[in-house]
Structure formats: C-alpha cells, structure tokens
C-alpha cells in the first residue's frame, strides 16, 4: 500500500462538535503526518478527549471532514471498521476485557478482525507482551494485574492491529504515581520507533521529552501550536501562559 508512506496520517478540517448546546470542538483543524508525535495539552473540559474519540469515530462530528491516511472516515458499516482497525486506542481506563488472559485480550482482535492463523497471532502477541514487559503476566487475568501492567497490555494491545496511528487518552491519569512512569517508558520507546502518535495527557514532562509538536486546547479550540520547546519557554497567548503558570509552579 503506497499511501501508507508518506503525507498526513491524520487530518481534521473545520470539525464541530456539540454536546448539546455546548460546543465542544470548535472548527478544528489539525494535520499529523507519519512518524509524528503530537501532544494534546489544556485544562479539563478543554475537548481533548473528545478530539481523540473523533479520530476513530468513539464519537461523532456534527460537521467538517476527518481523514484517515488520506480518506474519509465514514459515518458507519465495513468501511469504518477497516479505517478504525489501522487506529490503536489506549483508554485511561484499561478497557481489557476482564474473563480473556493477558494474551487471548491480545490475540481477539488479530483473529477476529484480521483472519490472523491463532498460532501467528499468539506468537506475534508474546513478541508484543515481551516488548511492553509483561511477557511473564500473558495467562493471567486481567484484575491480577497492576494498573501499569493492565495499561502496558492495553498498548500491546492495540499494537497488535499493527495501527498507523496510535491514540492515547490520558493513559495514565487513572494510574498510582509509581506506575505512571512504567507506561510513559513504552510509550517513549514508541516515539523512538517511529510509531505516530495523539496523546492526550497531563504529563507536561513527556510532552517536553517525547512530542514533535504541542496542541494547547482551551473551550473546544486549538489555541496554540508549537515545538514543546517553544511552548514551554515561550507560550504565545495569554490562555496558554495562564494554564502554564498554573501547572508549571507546582
């Protein structure tokens, strides 16, 4: 497939979003090309999440136009399931189903959605187990797992649909301070493989290690955009500088 190459992986253009009255994706615009990694930053209720969950369709758009890897993403039916299916998805909640092991959470959707052989898919699942460090957990359930270990199986997870793209939302706001880090280390050795990747998070210190690029969000809209360099040491709008102050004195 040649349209994997090269180009933007992901582009929103003048997408809306209500929640009723509230408004809560205000024309926005954004382009991630392959290999990219761009933090989404801003204060609760910003519409960061809402974003990610647009990418993949998690929740609809009242108007504008989202392409995955060139196409359209459609409303419904087989041909989003394809495009979903090149999206990986980390949750802040884990989302493993609770009665399959570590390694059936994995290998389900290799077999089901992409006819997998079970023998492939469960050596390709050990190979991802083994890389996020919990290759050792792979016939446990679910609720015998740390937190960390549950959001590292989650990341293995979705990369075993071998995804263009890889969503993350707030993967470790749900976590103890002491396996926040455990997560963040494989989703750095992500960033150093290449993976592209959204990243909602509150954790400004991968944001400055990790992203290509920041998304500052503020009431639905894309406020500001910027190297995290820049946009740490030197914030553009008043919004961005508040939030910053905040967060940056702590």
């Known amino acids: 497939m040649v349209e994997d190459d090269r180009g933007p992986v ?3 253009e003048h997408v809306d979003k209500y929640f009723g009255d509230l408004h809560v994706l205000n024309d926005i615009n954004l382009v991630v090309d392959k290999g990219e990694v761009v933090v989404v930053i801003g204060p609760s209720g910003s519409g960061k999440s809402t974003l990610c969950r ?31 299916a090149k999206v990986g998805m980390v949750f802040q909640s884990f989302n493993l189903f609770a009665h399959k092991t570590v ?71 749900a976590l103890d301070p002491e396996m926040v880090n ?33 998304v500052f969000m503020s009431d639905g809209q894309i406020v500001e955009t910027n190297t995290p360099d820049k946009f740490f040491t030197d914030p553009q709008t008043a919004r961005a500088q508040d939030f910053l102050s905040k967060i940056l004195t702590h």
């Open 54 to 84: 647009t990418i993949n369709r998690l929740e609809s758009i009242d108007s504008g136009t989202i392409r995955i890897a060139g196409k359209t993403l459609p409303d419904e039916g087989k041909a989003l399931a394809e495009l979903r």
């Open 182 to 214: 455990e997560v963040l280390d494989v989703m750095v050795s992500l960033v150093k493989q290449g993976m592209t990747m959204i990243v909602v998070t509150h954790e400004m210190g991968f944001a400055r290690k990790a992203g290509d690029r920041v």
């Open 10 to 12: 992901v582009e929103m």
């Open 103 to 173: 390694l059936e959470n994995i290998t389900l959707g290799p077999t089901k959605v992409r006819k997998t052989p079970t023998a492939e898919a469960k050596k390709r699942g050990m190979e991802l187990l083994e890389r996020v460090g919990v290759a050792n957990q792979a016939s446990k359930y679910p609720a015998q797992l740390s937190g960390g270990q549950q959001q590292r199986v989650a990341i293995a997870r979705a990369l075993a649909m071998n995804p263009m793209v890889m969503l993350f939302d707030e993967p470790t706001s």
